[in-house]
């Protein structure tokens, strides 16, 4: 498949370009942060986002969703990360709904899916444990009972947690932390008796929450996938994650670029425009390098989950990695070549800024993939 | 979920054919990696072919005019359109198939003839680039124009029917081998520095014309010094408008650029991790012995990676009619740098043995050579920072670039 966008992907980032920058510039993430707003996200933005159908974009439309791909939902979250949109979007619609996918026997995807397309279901993956992410250290014990399985533990910088209708929790039915084999997949209702959830304000005034499970019993439908097994959708719903993740820090990086280089030909200071001096704009120059070369890392990627090629899961790590370096660059020059101005609060550098850094954090950082890519290669 | 775009049955048709010639053609002793400077065959009417099987190879590629695939089939190319070409590349990797003849007349004088060339000129110079017959140098750096090109001396002055060309060039790859020289000359002397060059072709026999090779710090170097002396061009052959030789040059530059960029890409050598798994060794879990190498090194593969498919959506949107010409620069920079990246990484991971400078056992010191070479990806074909000030001013458009 070409590296470039079709007719119909570039449509549809033309109507997610205007309806964001419409709808849900910066200075709505402001609002939000500012007003202390209790969801950290517009529930009447998300009802239109899921009017416009981009809450279905990866959801099959025998579910209820547009059936399109993971290239459809990164051209999407591209815009997001131009306009740092506050929503559930890549927790619920890209990370759970690709689990759900991968993993869901029919009657899960029938009784969730649909909810989740249409917006008024939020679910989100509750994976990390530690403070660095790491699937395979996952701890959190289910003991098998008579009805089902007993849950017990904690979960940390769980996505949107704190709005979500449902989780779904990685879980150790058997082996030790550490281990590759065990991890079982669970579905479960956030109103469960015993599941407490902790808000977690962050530094991008994003959601994040920490979860905890206090020996909640599950049915036996709960699990999602098989036992024991739950690697394989948990992955795939990471790969999803990673790369979208990678796609919001693309847009990050071209918004901030593009922001950077205009205040370059306006700014002046001794009595030239600050744009002329040479060491700036070989700065500039690399650093457009760089968001070219993330640009067709991330678009590879989400081709090649969609296609489900061998060589996906190295070219997620791939996109991961170099978004996050790529767009860790992009930030620091943006505050470093504004100034004075770039350090305020009032301006909107900062928050492009703290945002980057979760994402960077998220589903494993820039030498957590490098890592897995010598892994994948055997060195 | 979207799947792939199944093929168009006529560019399956074309690649299950394109296999299977390839199976039938392409000899065996051709299928295997490139080890030595023996291998790459660069044609030209003083070439020496290694084996049959190259000249075998070469011979039966130009009859298919798939030496220059997109090249019309008048001038030797084969036609193709630029999938079909992709596709043919694409079964030539999967095979291992070696580029038939390498050429600076293919990579960079050809798409120039093609722009600006008449039809005459294309008629008489193209064919036997497609055929590897005449070999190709490129006449533009001189002492004092390197990085600043357009400062160039060397001056042909018009007699006519003809010019006459004095001056000398510097850094002109493989002057003593080539037997055609694609020249960069200044035929306005008065003229401001863009606006009095021109862009003629000349024989390298011609009389008055001597070359003198340059040693590097690598101990080889295909590199010479050239000098021409009352050197006699027909008007004929000069290419594009007189005075106008500087968008000719820029057009090839964009050409020379991509190819140099081109060795940011590893092609079919050997990963560095798996390299540096077998010099270091392993520790108990199998990793590079050396773990602040071995994350250099993901590092570095990370990079490569990007840059490889890169190279990738650059052809893909030049096919879509997205391209940038001045794209060929953010390639170059990029490509040049990552190259010596690994050399560095290389050496780093060789350790003493990669120091052996004189051994078969080293390969006459080929990878400490082969590194110390690569210091000049970042200044011929125009320096990196010549790179990031064409971004600068043609991508960025920043004030006073």
Redesign the interface.
């Known amino acids: 498949m070409a590296l470039v966008l079709t007719e119909e992907q570039g449509m549809l980032r033309d109507s997610a370009k205007s309806f964001l920058a419409d709808n849900a510039p910066v200075s709505e993430l402001r609002k939000l942060r500012d007003t202390r707003n209790a969801d950290g996200f517009s529930r009447s933005l998300w009802k239109q986002f899921a009017e416009m159908g981009f809450t279905g974009v990866l959801i099959p439309e025998a579910y209820g969703g547009m059936g399109l791909g993971l290239v459809e939902a990164g051209v999407v979250m591209e815009e997001i990360g131009r306009n740092l949109t506050a929503s559930p979007f890549l927790a619920s619609n890209v990370v759970a709904a690709t689990a759900l996918l991968a993993a869901g026997t029919e009657a899960q995807k029938q009784a969730i899916l649909p909810k989740i397309a249409s917006g008024e279901l939020i679910a989100t993956l509750a994976v990390d444990e530690h403070s660095k992410h790491n699937p395979r250290n996952t701890a959190l014990k289910a003991e098998k009972s008579a009805s089902g399985y007993t849950l017990d533990g904690h979960k940390t910088f769980v996505l949107d947690g704190h709005v979500a209708d449902l989780f779904i929790v990685a879980a150790r039915t058997s082996g030790a932390k550490g281990e590759l084999a065990g991890v079982t997949l669970f579905l479960v209702d956030a109103k469960t008796k015993g599941v407490s959830v902790e808000r977690v304000v962050m530094v991008d005034a994003h959601n994040a929450a920490r979860v905890t499970l206090n020996n909640i019993p599950v049915p036996e439908s709960a699990v999602l996938g098989k036992v024991g097994e739950g690697l394989l959708p948990l992955n795939a719903a990471l790969s999803a994650g990673r790369v979208a993740a990678s796609a919001e820090m693309l847009g990050i990086a071209d918004e901030v670029f593009a922001r950077t280089v205009n205040y370059l030909k306006e700014r002046q200071q001794f009595t030239k425009i600050i744009g002329e001096f040479q060491a700036l704009q070989h700065r500039a120059a690399h650093l457009y390098c760089e968001i070219e070369f993330t640009r067709s890392a991330v678009l590879k990627a989400l081709q090649a989950l969609d296609e489900g090629t061998p060589t996906a899961i190295g070219l997620a790590s791939v996109a991961k990695a170099k978004a996050g370096t790529t767009v860790t660059l992009a930030v620091q020059e943006g505050v470093q070549m504004h100034g004075g101005i770039g350090m305020t609060d009032e301006f909107e550098m900062g928050f492009f800024m703290k945002r980057a850094r979760v994402l960077q954090e998220l589903f494993g950082d820039a030498t957590y993939h490098a890592d897995l890519l010598a892994q994948l290669k055997k060195y | 979920?979207?799947?792939?775009?199944a093929e168009k049955p006529e560019l399956k048709t074309f690649r299950e054919a394109t296999r299977a010639w390839l199976e039938q053609n392409c000899p065996p002793e051709m299928r295997k990696p490139v080890t030595s400077e023996d291998d790459v065959c660069w044609g030209g009417r003083q070439w020496k072919f290694s084996s049959d099987a190259q000249k075998v190879w070469l011979e039966r590629m130009a009859a298919k005019g798939w030496t220059v695939p997109t090249w019309p089939k008048e001038y030797g190319g084969g036609g193709l359109s630029g999938d079909e070409a992709k596709i043919l590349a694409q079964e030539m990797r999967a095979l291992n198939c070696r580029a038939p003849v390498q050429s600076f007349g293919i990579w960079m004088l050809g798409p120039a003839l093609l722009k600006f060339g008449t039809h005459e000129q294309k008629l008489e110079f193209l064919p036997p680039i497609a055929r590897g017959e005449i070999r190709w140098c490129q006449g533009y750096s001189e002492p004092n124009a390197g990085s600043d090109l357009a400062s160039l001396q060397t001056r042909a002055e018009d007699k006519g029917d003809h010019f006459i060309v004095n001056g000398q060039k510097i850094w002109t790859s493989y002057a003593d081998k080539a037997d055609w020289i694609f020249c960069l000359v200044r035929t306005d002397p008065q003229a401001k520095k863009h606006t009095g060059i021109s862009f003629v072709l000349f024989d390298m026999e011609t009389p008055g014309v001597t070359t003198k090779p340059i040693l590097l710090i690598s101990g080889k170097s295909p590199f010479c010094e050239t000098f021409f002396d009352n050197v006699r061009v027909e008007k004929k052959n000069l290419v594009g408008t007189l005075n106008a030789g500087w968008d000719v040059a820029k057009y090839l530059l964009t050409h020379e650029r991509e190819m140099i960029g081109g060795i940011g890409d590893r092609g079919a050598a050997k990963?560095l991790?798996?390299f540096?798994?077998e010099q270091v060794g392993a520790d108990a879990q199998?990793?590079?012995a050396d773990p602040v190498l071995?994350?250099q090194?993901?590092?570095f593969?990370?990079?490569e990676?990007?840059?490889r498919?890169?190279m990738?959506?650059a052809m893909?949107?030049a096919?879509?009619g997205?391209g940038n010409p001045a794209?060929s620069s953010?390639l170059k920079?990029?490509g040049a740098e990552l190259n010596k990246r690994r050399h560095e990484l290389m050496m780093q991971a060789g350790g003493s043995d990669a120091l052996d400078w004189e051994s078969p056992r080293s390969r006459e010191g080929a990878l400490a050579r082969a590194w110390l070479r690569t210091k000049g990806n970042s200044i011929e074909g125009g320096t990196s920072?010549v790179?990031?000030?064409v971004?600068?001013k043609r991508?960025?458009?920043?004030?006073?670039?």
């Open positions: 979920m979207s799947t792939a775009m990963p991790g798996v540096a798994l199998g990793k590079v071995r994350a090194i993901a590092q593969e990370v990079d990676a990007a840059f498919l890169t990738e959506r893909d949107m096919r879509a997205q794209f953010v920079y990029y920072e790179q990031l000030n971004i600068a991508i960025l458009n920043l004030p006073g670039a």
